[in-house]
Structures are given as C-alpha cells and as structure tokens.
C-alpha cells in the first residue's frame, strides 16, 4: 500500500466512501455518486456529534493515528473493516441503540402523511383557485416594427419631392403611430435625426437643392420604439432655377423719411435664395397706378439676406431716405446663385408720413362676401383720408345686436376679413378701425344697435359635420389605445360634447358606447387585451343633436407579457369557458413528479396556450404553493386569496400581460 503511495487513513477513507455509497445504492463509477456521498458525510458527521456511544474503542483521529475515545454510531462498519484489512481481530462490538422507537416511527409516519396531505390539497385545491389570476415571471421583451419597403418617389421638382410608402408587415409588440423619414444627398451622411414625422403613408421633402442625387428612406415607429430604416430610393431632383417671384408686399411700418416692407418670398426652385432686394421709384401722388413700370425711374430701396428677419411670416426691409409727405413705388424680387426673380408682378404705391400726420379717417360700407351658419367672410371700403400716414393694419369687432359685448375677431394688413366660431340663426354687427404710426381711428357705426349695413345674420344651424379619426393612434400599449380627430365645423352651435364607440372582441360585440366628453382625443384603457384590433368610430353634438357617424377605423393594441401576442390571446377566447378544467388537470396529472415540463407541455397541447405562456400558469402556482400554502389549507378563504394577491399576484400580471377580468374564473 505504501509503495502505491496511499496511508492507511486514504484507505480509511476510500472503504468508508465504498461501504457507505453500496448500503445506499450508490455505484462507485456513477458520476452522481460524490454529490450523494457528500451529503452522506454530512448526514453522518451530524449523527456522530449528537449521539455519542457509551462504549470505548479506537478511532482515528485528524492526524491519522489511533485514538481510545468513545464509539459513535455508525463507525462500528469502518472499525471492523479496517482490522480485517490489517489482519487483526475485530473487537467487540457495543450493542446498537435502535435508532427510532415505535413511538418515534409513528410520529414521522404521521408528519410525513401531514406533509403529503397538504401538498394534494394544496395542488387540487390552491391551484384551481388562483387560476383566476395572471402567471409569473420575467417580462416579455418589446419589439419594435419590422423595415417597410424602400418608399416610392411619386413627383420630383428642382426643391420639392413626393413621396409613398407602406406599413412593414411585422409590426412587432406595438401598434404604430408615426412614420419617419430620412433623406441625403449623394455625398452626405444620414442625418442623426429624421426629417420629416407623418402620420399618415405619404409625404414631402422640402427644400432640396437641383440637380442633386437624393436618397429617402423610411422607418415606422410604435409604443415599442422605433423600427428599423428601409431600404432607400433614390432619385435626381430637376435642375435648379432662378427663385419664384415674391407673392406679397405690405407696408409694416412708415415714418417721414423710412418705409418698412414685409415681403413674402416664393420658391427657391432647388437653389438657396441668397436675399430679397426692394427697389423704390418716386410719383406724382395724383399719377395714374397705371403706369408702365419701364417709365419710372427705379432705385435701390434696401437688401435683406436670407433667412431674414420675419415678421407675421414675413421677410423685413426698411427703404430709408425718403422725403416726408412723398408717394412711391415699391417692388421686390429674390436672388440665388443662378440668378434674379423676375419684380413682383405690381408694385404697391405708398407714401410716406407727412409733417402734420393724424390718425386715420372712418373705414365704411362693411359687407359680407360669403357667409354660412357660423362664419362670415367680409370686406370694406377704406377711409377716405389716412389722416397723412398710412394705414398698416386695421381691427375689426363682432358683436351680437344690442349684446354690446364686443370682441376683436381679426387683425391684418388686408381689407378683408374671415370671421369663425359664430352662433348660427344670430345677427351680428361688425366694426373696424385703422391704425397708422400716430395711432387708431375712429371705429366705424359704433352703435350697433339696429339691424343696418353693418349688422348681419348668420345662417340656419344645424347639428355639426362628423368628425374624422385621425389614421394613426396617437399612442397605444399592451392595454390601451389613444385615438384622435379632428374639429368638425360647429355649424353654428358650438359643440358640447363628442361621443365614441368602440367594439368588444372578447365577446364579439357590437359598438358600444365608451366615452362622452368634450375632450378631442379619448384613451380607451378598460377591458382590452394585448395584440387586439379594436373598431371605433366618433360623433360631435350641438345643442340641435348629434352629427353622422365619423368613418369607423381599427387600431390594434400592443403585445404585453408572454401571453399578451395574437396566438395566445386567441387561444384564451376559444377556449375560454374550458380552459380553467384543462388547466387543473394538467396540474392534477402531473403531481406525482412535479415536472415543469409536464404541466407546460399539457397546457401547451390541451389549452394551446404557447409554451412561454404555459409557464405563467405553472409559476402562478409554484408561488402559491410555496408562499401560501398555511393560509390555503382553506382554498376558499381571504386569508389564502390576500396571501396569493400579495406574493403572487405582481409577477402573474407581468407575465401574462392579460388583465385579470379576461382569466377564467
């Protein structure tokens, strides 16, 4: 033994470790066998410190020389079977202790049949019960959409393309609510962000630059986040042009020596305009507006670059060194690298102020040119004297007849007007005012307490147009939809209220109401399942009734959990007054090994709940059992339901992902 390099006390160890691996069972080669053996030792070791044995002998102790000390039981085996080994005579042996009395056998008896009895209730009963709550476990991840196809280029001009897409087909764990999209030049990287946001399949970028190879790609976007980019399409804009002509001039500001001009500017026609450019030509203040530009003696008035200073939307440019009292002309044109706008296609004929100037005259003849039940468009006739300087913007009042409650309904340059939001079947009476650099006129027919040339009746009311659902939820989730529309024309009452109905797919139901309210957008968040196509549609009342029906749309909500995916849920409504049965079943049938396998694989094949889904159901129950299984030796009670509520009940919904109304009861 000593030239195999082994000590008696290894060879101690090596027949202890074979001895007690055979009385249990246990093959030496078996790779299970040190884990068993180890807990063995444990065992053993236990049962030696606590019952040491009246009787004497040798043992061996931690250095591996023989010891006298007392016997423990359980080394009588190892004693006798080195001594053989040794060739000496086995030494008496003590009488054993019986390790379990009668009175001792019968009481583990009864705690192991006390054991086994709560276990059953608990794995008929516990189980059963709380089938109506949601399973537990770890969070089902959140997809985001799927990549739509490269968009379709629809036009293409020197600054402007249009364009088309379709929603991918893989819409992931949310519902989408936003398209973005991307463009860049052919030597430009992708922008860090998008620059354009839809709702809706079809769209414009702007402001490009001609004779350009641009890309475009899309990407959608839903509660998951977004998805990824498409493919691109690209394309050559057409070849740049000298700018649009400015569409618009008015006058912003005048002294006696400046005038300040607010120009609207037009395309760039796929070049960036560089500045806007007034020129300025003296007349006559009696010369006929008619006459030829070609005769008038322009000149340079003032340059703004571009971008400029906006005013009102606007671009600004102050004339400067002008004569006090004198009347000009006024034109602008833009410029870019390719060249000149062509001038405004007539130029305005302004003055400056005089020396003596005052406020302005009384504007007259108030008309409407168009009117329905709850607006007026209307015109007027400008004073006859601008009290010598002139008029940069004029206010106009509404007010009912003999109501005196005057309002402003609108300010501007023009002299005209579009007044909204009015009662219908309601006379209303109007006046305005000028305003100028030394201050506001006088208002015209202040009164307004008589049916006259400026007091006017709307027309007959009626119950408003419909209003129209937006084509993507503003925002969903696993449990709810937000869904907006837009504001109907009141026609002529204002409206009180909105209504929307939605359909119930659990039950297969029909339309129903489920919010009334003045709100223009509605969160609908009670009894919905994940991954579910919902139907609504939405109407606006006055106080003469309610509108049409607006077109109904489908919006889906999210996936939520494992169970919370098109699949599952539809296997929860097929099977949803047979479910909870198959379920115990599955839970009774497979109580003997207490397989995880065994029940995920039953639910799975009898409910036809996916195999990540059936596992909810069997951690809804492994937790009751383990946490609750004192308070649930009476199933029925509250203790045993505020128990699995409270240990249980967190982790079972964020595993699903289903409500709990949608369980079986």
Known sequence: LSSQGRTSTQMDEGLRDRGVRAS??????????????????????????????????????????????????????LERARTQHEGKASPATPPRKPCCTRRRCCCCSFSLLLVAGLAVVGIIYVYPLFLKYNGGGPTAPMVAPGSPDAPIITSIGRSTVGLEWEPPEETGTGTIVLFQVQWRGEDDEWPMYPQLNQSDVIGEATNLLGSVDYCFRVRAVSSAGPGNFSDSACNRTEPPTVPQSPTLMVPLNTSTTEVTVGVDVGESNGDPIDMVIVEVAAVAAQASKGIAASNLKWEFGCLTPFPCTEDGGMCKCTVSDLSAGKTYEMRSRANNSIGDSPWTNASARWHTDSTQADVPGLPTHISPKTSTASSFTLWWTPPKSDGGAMVTRYELQAARLAANDWSLVASGYSEEANVTGLLGNTTYCFRVRGVNSVGHGRWSEPNGTVLGTNCFRTGRSSPPDAPKILPLPLRTSGGSITIGWTVPSSNGRPILNYTVQRDDWWVDGNLTTDFQGEAEEYTANHSMLPATVYTFRVLAANSLGPSNWSAQVNFSTDEAGFCGNPDDVAAYKATKTTMKGDIQRCLIGCAIGGSHTCVVDCIHKQVGLSLPCATCWFNEGTCTIKKCIRPCTLPKSQACADCSEKECFPECVTCSGIAKEFFPP
Do not use: M
């Open 24 to 77: 249990f069972g246990v093959n030496a080669d078996d790779e299970r066998a040190p884990l068993l053996t180890d807990q063995l030792d444990s065992h053993s070791n236990r049962g030696q410190a606590a019952q040491p044995n009246a009787g004497g002998g040798e043992r061996v102790d931690s250095s591996g020389a023989l010891t006298t000390n007392h016997y423990y039981e359980g080394d009588e085996d």
